[in-house]
């Protein structure tokens, strides 16, 4: 069968134009439409339609609704980086492949948003999808659409700032930031396939028990009563005692930046690695918000990174992928071993229906969970 027709009405949300901060575009900028099923005498012969089941939220589809992405769609376009679906019509060319009612993954890289070329405007903030045949990949069998919607972008970042770039080891110790986030929560994970040492940082106690629960060795709360970043380098040096080339740990995974980046110096031992993964706590750097001296530039000081012996590491994921593609294939093929293995099962936060786009966005950004949250587009 190479269609299902079962249903032809369906919704999408759609971003008209960005706006001055993800909360401003919410407010202005994004509608949730009737959206027609793809018309498919418009399609290439490689393409697939997707009945998309579940959507991540994921930062940076907030962060692209403001234009503060490094690459990104033109308006008028539909958010949803990562999604997972059904197989719904599969192009001649790709009928090999791909038969309708198969269970998928799309790559966020190749389709969506963040992709090149004709796919863009089809984000999983919808009811359906178009991506090329090359840009799915088949849900593992043990796994729902949810944690589909959560596993490249997730992993794939994780694996490349812990094992490219970090090069954690075995028996090494890694200070995980924003480990409660969609990328912070991979790392953990991934961090300890690799056998390392986890040290796992937010601001909520609460959320730190979950994270513990999913494998962080220590949780360490940074919040302090009115707000601010509390010292905590004595902590983690109480931890990490033993190590070699004295108290510290051996790598940070910082996916927070501002003031926990300025206290992580204190926390790491002779050369060890920095990794400059995100900039959750000060998430404006773009057009020309980050502009030196401006709040949200990060800036570290060089004596301690001189005195420490220190590696920092810049970290995208996107770009490299772009810049270098032949990385791509040996984290892919890491991390799908894992999957085969049963080792890695990502995480999945709460499930929003469509209708609840705004909600579920707003929840992601003041990071009221664990994780991702998700869109259930069609029910
Ligand atoms: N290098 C790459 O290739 C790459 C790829 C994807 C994402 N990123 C970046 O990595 C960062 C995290 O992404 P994500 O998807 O994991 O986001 P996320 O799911 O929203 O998680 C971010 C975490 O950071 C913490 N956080 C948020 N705001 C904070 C604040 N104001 N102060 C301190 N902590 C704060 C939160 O933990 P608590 O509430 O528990 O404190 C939250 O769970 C973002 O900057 C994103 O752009 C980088």
Same mark, same amino acid.
């Given at each position: 069968?190479?269609e299902? #027709?079962a249903?032809?009405? /369906? ?5 008209? @134009?960005?706006g +001055?901060t993800?909360?401003?575009?919410? !407010?202005h ?5 009737p @959206? &027609?099923?793809?018309?498919?005498s ?6 697939v ?10 930062w ?5 609704s ?15 980086l990562?999604?997972?679906?059904? *197989?719904?019509?599969? /192009?001649?060319?790709?009928?090999e ?8 993954m799309? $790559? ?8 090149h070329?004709?796919?863009? @405007? ?8 178009? !991506? ?24 794939e970042t ?13 028996? +090494? ?6 480990? %409660?986030? %969609?990328?912070?929560l &991979?790392a ?12 796992a ?12 629960? !999913? ?14 970043v ?6 983690v ?11 510290? *740990? $051996?790598?940070v995974?910082?996916? *927070? /930046?501002?003031?926990?980046?300025l +206290?992580?110096?204190?926390?790491? =031992? ?7 993964v995100?900039?959750?706590? #000060?998430?404006?750097v ?6 030196? /001296? ?12 001189m ?18 593609p032949s ?11 894992w999957?085969k293995?049963g080792?890695l099962?990502?995480h999945?936060?709460?499930a929003?229906?469509?209708d &609840? ?8 950004w003041? %990071? =009221?969970f ?10």
């Open positions: 069968m190479a299902n #027709t249903s032809s009405a /369906g919704r999408h949300v759609v971003v008209s @134009q960005f +001055e993800p909360m401003d575009a919410l !407010a900028h994004l509608s949730l439409e @959206q &027609a099923r793809p018309d498919r418009t399609l290439a012969a490689d393409d339609i997707i009945n998309v089941r579940s959507a991540a939220v994921g940076v589809d907030l962060l692209m403001s234009g503060q992405y490094q690459h990104m769609a033109s308006p008028p376009y539909t958010p949803g990562e999604y997972s679906g059904e *197989v719904a019509w599969v /192009g001649q060319a790709a009928r492949q791909w038969t309708v009612g198969d269970r998928v799309a $790559d966020g890289l190749l389709t969506g948003p963040r992709s070329g004709r796919h863009r @405007q089809y984000g999983g903030f919808a009811s359906w999808a178009v !991506a090329p045949a090359k840009a799915l990949h088949r849900l593992p069998e043990a796994w729902t659409y949810d944690q589909g919607a959560n596993f490249f972008g997730n992993y994780a694996w490349h700032c812990l094992v490219a770039r970090g090069q954690l080891q075995a028996g +090494e110790t890694v200070l995980i930031h924003g480990a %409660s986030g %969609s990328t912070g &991979a953990v994970h991934v961090a300890k396939i690799l056998g390392a040492t986890v040290i940082t937010g601001r909520s106690p609460a959320k730190l028990a979950e994270v513990k629960a !999913a494998g962080a060795d220590h949780v360490i709360a940074t919040a302090a009563p009115d707000g601010s509390a010292r905590f380098r004595d902590e040096r109480a931890l990490t005692q033993d190590g070699a080339g004295g108290p510290g *740990v $051996d790598v995974y910082d996916g *927070v /930046g501002g003031a926990i980046s +206290e992580s110096l204190r926390c790491v =031992r002779f050369g060890a690695r920095f990794l400059l995100g900039w959750a706590s #000060t998430p404006f773009a057009r020309g918000k980050g502009a030196r /001296g401006a709040p949200n530039a990060n800036q570290l000081p060089t004596n301690l990174m005195m420490k012996g220190l590696d920092v590491l810049g970290c995208p994921t996107a770009i490299t992928t772009r810049m270098q990385v791509r294939k040996q984290r892919l093929g890491q991390l799908l071993q999957v293995e080792r099962r990502p999945s936060g709460p929003y229906p469509l &609840a786009y705004a909600e579920a966005m707003r929840a992601k003041t %990071s =009221r664990v994780g991702g949250c998700v869109l259930h587009p069609n029910g």
